[in-house]
């Protein structure tokens, strides 16, 4: 990824003349994803003033971002020792981790600022790069929203909207159209999520819910804050989603409710799961937290059961700039329960029909949210040409098990994960070649120390355990290139040649 700050003086030449060098540059910034350009707001200060029409000015920058020049910015230039024009641009780079600035007359390197031309930017390679492979990479992400997000959020400042809010009502509006379903309803976190449709389900003290016991721990925390009880089932090998074949037997008189996570990005049999919910009268949450977008034979997760809960934690597929969640359901009693509960359980300002909690989703997540949307369905379309590109790169390496992708689903590949002998040998050798690598989950809930007062043991759940053991979770998200994909593949099959050659 090439990150470049964009001078006035350039969008100047550009505007007078879209046959230079400069025009061909932001051209080409504009419409190259591996390329992140930026441009300060003082530029399209300068543009306008100078009398350029508003028309011409929007299309040029259309696809670039813009660093607003605030007060922090401005000091710093002001108290710099070179023209203020300069300090400002090397302020802005140095603040967005920016380390070129394309200008027409280039001065030397500057407070480890390089400035080049138009010649050096149009050829510059991603290869100069780090050679770096990041697990995630959330900062790519910010640069297609920022624009939006900027504005919004400088509205919700200026009007104090902090709690709630108008983009909070838009968002859930958004994400309910999004997901195809009647209500959707944004909250503090993915866990208050699992948490409040569990209870306006009507989940209470002594209930068992059934789910699986390789998932993040908010999962079960959730039911056991409701006060029930979580029952676990193996998951299958391959897909690692919850076997539907061993459900039934843990079905009793307490049972209330089945839980399936759609782990990674699949989402889970849900066709099996509501003919078993429907035999024995049971309600289905879907624990969507990792499968934002994901489809089951044309339908979005979390609009499977009767209700579905969302994670927007940063790294999720769509994520806040925080901590923030999301229940959808196509009941409106329900809709209006989760509500409640969210804000202390009144039905009014100060008129309380229950106890409930403090978990609002904030007006400030709610807008990044609102930015970051439009693009899920393409991002969630990039993670899946690089899953495709691990899958053709890695399927002839006997020592690598890949997951399974069922027919019926529509991965989103939050997480690519690979089965392996030795995964903490692997991740450490990818580490040394700047490869970063996860492990998701290195320890089932049933062996978690704070489940010990139950009665499973090792061994009772050996997909699981296997999955703790073996599993690997390889570098996914939008941005991460082709090259970079093969590069990483290229490392794995190394190590597994040197394994096997004994070097």
């Given at each position: 990824?090439?990150k470049?700050?964009?001078?006035?003086?350039?969008?100047?030449?550009a505007l007078?003349?879209?046959?230079?060098?400069?025009?061909?540059?932001?051209?080409?910034?504009?419409?190259?994803?591996?390329?992140?350009?930026?441009?300060?707001?003082?530029?399209?200060?300068?543009?306008?003033?100078?009398?350029f029409?508003?028309?011409?000015i929007?299309?040029?920058?259309?696809?670039?971002?813009?660093?607003?020049?605030?007060?922090?910015?401005?000091?710093?230039?002001l108290?710099?020792q070179?023209?203020?024009?300069t300090?400002l641009?090397?302020?802005?780079?140095?603040?967005?981790?920016?380390?070129?600035?394309?200008?027409?007359?280039?001065?030397?390197?500057?407070?480890?600022?390089?400035?080049?031309?138009?010649?050096?930017?149009?050829?510059?390679?991603?290869?100069?790069?780090?050679?770096?492979?990041?697990?995630?990479?959330?900062?790519?992400?910010?640069?297609?929203?920022?624009?939006?997000?900027?504005?919004?959020?400088?509205?919700?400042?200026?009007?104090?909207?902090?709690?709630?809010?108008?983009?909070?009502?838009?968002?859930?509006?958004?994400?309910?159209?999004?997901?195809?379903?009647?209500?959707?309803?944004?909250?503090?976190?993915?866990?208050?999520?699992?948490?409040?449709?569990?209870?306006?389900?009507?989940?209470?003290?002594?209930?068992?819910?059934?789910?699986?016991?390789?998932?993040?721990?908010?999962?079960?925390?959730?039911?056991?804050?409701?006060?029930?009880?979580?029952?676990?089932?193996?998951?299958?090998?391959?897909?690692?989603?919850?076997?539907?074949?061993?459900?039934?037997e843990?079905?009793?008189?307490?049972?209330?409710?089945?839980?399936?996570?759609?782990?990674?990005?699949?989402?889970?049999?849900?066709?099996?799961?509501?003919?078993?919910?429907?035999?024995y009268?049971?309600?289905?949450?879907?624990?969507?937290?990792?499968?934002?977008?994901?489809?089951?034979?044309?339908?979005?997760?979390?609009?499977?059961?009767?209700?579905?809960?969302?994670?927007?934690?940063?790294?999720?597929?769509?994520?806040?700039?925080?901590?923030?969640?999301?229940?959808?359901?196509?009941?409106?009693?329900?809709?209006?329960?989760?509500?409640?509960?969210?804000?202390?359980?009144?039905?009014?300002?100060?008129?309380?029909?229950?106890?409930?909690?403090?978990g609002?989703?904030d007006?400030?997540?709610?807008?990044?949210?609102?930015?970051?949307?439009p693009?899920?369905?393409?991002?969630?379309?990039?993670?899946?040409?690089?899953?495709?590109?691990?899958?053709?790169?890695?399927?002839?390496?006997?020592?690598?098990?890949?997951?399974?992708?069922?027919?019926?689903?529509?991965?989103?590949?939050?997480?690519?994960?690979i089965?392996?002998?030795?995964?903490?040998?692997?991740?450490?050798y990818?580490?040394?070649?700047?490869?970063?690598?996860?492990?998701?989950?290195?320890?089932?809930?049933?062996?978690?120390?704070?489940?010990?007062?139950?009665?499973?043991?090792?061994?009772?759940?050996?997909?699981?355990?296997?999955?703790?053991?073996q599993?690997?979770?390889?570098?996914?998200?939008p941005?991460?290139?082709?090259?970079?994909?093969?590069?990483?593949?290229?490392?794995?099959?190394?190590?597994?040649?040197?394994?096997t050659?004994?070097?």
């Amino acid at each position: 990824m090439i990150k470049l700050l964009l001078s006035h003086d350039l969008l100047i030449e550009a505007l007078q003349n879209p046959e230079t060098a400069a025009a061909q540059l932001i051209k080409q910034c504009a419409a190259d994803p591996g390329i992140q350009a930026w441009i300060l707001a003082y530029s399209v200060q300068v543009c306008a003033s100078l009398g350029f029409p508003s028309d011409k000015i929007r299309q040029l920058i259309d696809g670039l971002s813009q660093i607003p020049t605030n007060a922090r910015l401005n000091e710093q230039a002001l108290a710099s020792q070179i023209d203020f024009e300069t300090g400002l641009q090397i302020a802005a780079a140095k603040m967005f981790k920016i380390p070129r600035v394309v200008v027409n007359h280039p001065q030397a390197e500057a407070e480890g600022i390089t400035f080049i031309n138009c010649q050096e930017a149009l050829s510059l390679d991603d290869a100069m790069d780090s050679q770096q492979v990041d697990f995630l990479n959330l900062n790519m992400a910010l640069h297609p929203v920022f624009n939006r997000v900027d504005g919004w959020f400088m509205e919700i400042i200026q009007n104090t909207a902090f709690a709630g809010g108008n983009h909070v009502a838009e968002f859930e509006k958004e994400f309910a159209d999004f997901c195809q379903i009647s209500h959707a309803i944004g909250v503090s976190n993915g866990t208050d999520a699992l948490l409040f449709a569990l209870l306006a389900m009507g989940i209470k003290k002594g209930d068992e819910i059934i789910t699986v016991p390789n998932t993040f721990i908010a999962t079960t925390e959730a039911i056991s804050q409701a006060g029930a009880i979580p029952v676990f089932v193996d998951v299958c090998p391959g897909s690692y989603n919850i076997n539907v074949e061993l459900i039934e037997e843990k079905i009793t008189d307490k049972t209330r409710a089945i839980l399936p996570v759609h782990l990674y990005g699949q989402i889970a049999d849900m066709d099996a799961i509501m003919a078993i919910a429907e035999k024995y009268n049971l309600l289905v949450l879907e624990d969507a937290c990792q499968a934002h977008g994901a489809y089951y034979k044309g339908k979005r997760a979390g609009t499977l059961g009767h209700a579905g809960a969302f994670s927007m934690y940063p790294g999720k597929n769509l994520g806040a700039f925080g901590e923030a969640g999301c229940v959808v359901t196509p009941d409106p009693d329900m809709a209006a329960m989760v509500k409640c509960l969210r804000e202390h359980g009144q039905s009014k300002k100060y008129y309380h029909q229950i106890e409930g909690f403090n978990g609002r989703m904030d007006n400030l997540q709610a807008a990044a949210l609102r930015a970051k949307l439009p693009l899920l369905d393409q991002w969630n379309e990039n993670r899946r040409q690089i899953a495709r590109l691990y899958q053709k790169e890695l399927s002839q390496v006997s020592e690598v098990k890949l997951p399974v992708i069922d027919d019926y689903a529509s991965h989103v590949f939050h997480l690519f994960v690979i089965l392996v002998q030795d995964p903490h040998e692997l991740s450490a050798y990818l580490k040394q070649r700047e490869i970063h690598t996860g492990f998701h989950y290195p320890m089932p809930l049933h062996l978690q120390e704070a489940y010990e007062g139950r009665a499973e043991l090792q061994g009772h759940y050996p997909v699981s355990e296997q999955c703790a053991n073996q599993l690997l979770s390889l570098p996914i998200f939008p941005e991460l290139t082709e090259k970079q994909v093969i590069r990483v593949c290229d490392e794995i099959k190394r190590y597994y040649q040197r394994s096997t050659s004994g070097s």
